[in-house]
């Protein structure tokens, strides 16, 4: 069926078109990669490719076929097939799965949801997204990583919300309402639904913006303090954990590093933080070495 995990629109990348490093699953290897889908949800008749049934492959000769290549694939000696064919075989299993089922077709089609909804989230790119995002973790995707996306007003002093240069024209403008928008909409339906108390919502950038306005009108890279929003999943809502000086340069209470925030994040899935992964040399590593915030916790 459908992938434990999901990056969508697109991955992150720089305005030379490089994506940044580090985006997926580092020393626990390719089999624990996200599926990374790159896709525009709003764009009319949207669909994934190679997901979408094809007139030339009718459902009963795909079918056949899948039949004809199960029997051709038990008729080979296990002793023949090494780790990079038992690999592929995964990959491949996988990606049949995908095809017969219809699960997964139905939960990127977005066409089921009232048209009263998607307005609610708004009719672009981002607000499908996470729209989309929904719906994944509907029919049981566990993680799902709703990336921004650049757009065609970007500049390069000030790609998508590095604003470098007119900082409060495009967050007013431009990067404000469509984030507003469909994170709103997605909190709402979430809790419409029932699905809030058990979905953990994380909203957060890498790093912050710089205290002082530069001369381009803009805010500069900031990684001594920012801000992070966290909903659902366990989350006491309603408070601010923290703060920051008075100018927003660095905190001045409730200091909470990255390590913690992921053992909250560990801590609200049903992990402890403490509990151990293996790399692929088999050396056991916590899940973090952070301490949960306790504060931010329901009761």
Not at 59 to 86: F, H, I, K, M, Y
Not at 252 to 270: K, W
Request: glycine share 12%.
């Amino acid at each position: 069926g459908l992938p434990a995990s999901v990056v969508l629109p697109e991955h992150i990348w720089n305005t030379g078109g490089i994506v940044w490093p580090g985006q997926d699953a580092g020393f626990l290897g390719r089999s624990a990669d996200p599926w990374s889908i790159l896709c525009d949800p709003n764009s009319p008749n949207f669909e994934i490719p190679g997901l979408a049934s094809s007139g030339e492959v009718p459902p009963l000769r795909l079918r056949n076929r899948l039949t004809l290549l199960e029997q051709v694939n038990r008729s080979l000696d296990a002793a023949e097939r090494g780790p990079a064919v038992e690999r592929f075989d995964v990959r491949s299993r996988q990606a049949l799965d995908l095809l017969r089922a219809g699960q997964a077709r139905a939960a990127f089609n977005l066409d089921k949801e009232p048209p009263v909804l998607r307005d609610r989230y708004g009719r672009n790119r981002w607000g499908q997204s996470v729209l989309l995002a929904r719906r994944l973790v509907e029919s049981g995707v566990s993680l799902v990583q709703v990336n921004w996306t650049r757009a065609a007003d970007d500049t390069n002093d000030s790609p998508a919300w590095d604003t470098h240069a007119k900082n409060a024209l495009r967050c007013k403008t431009v990067l404000m309402p469509k984030m507003d928008l469909a994170y709103s909409a997605l909190l709402e339906d979430l809790e419409d639904r029932g699905l809030l108390e058990e979905t953990l919502v994380v909203w957060m950038g890498e790093f912050g913006r710089s205290p002082k306005i530069n001369g381009a009108g803009g805010r500069d890279h900031w990684g001594h303090v920012f801000s992070v929003a966290l909903a659902g999943g366990g989350v006491r809502g309603g408070q601010a954990v923290g703060a920051s000086d008075a100018i927003g340069g660095h905190p001045r209470e409730g200091r909470v590093q990255p390590q913690d925030l992921t053992a909250t994040i560990f801590e609200c899935l049903g992990f402890r933080p403490q509990d151990e992964i293996y790399d692929g040399l088999g050396r056991p590593l916590p899940l973090s070495r952070g301490e949960v915030i306790r504060a931010a916790m329901g009761a």
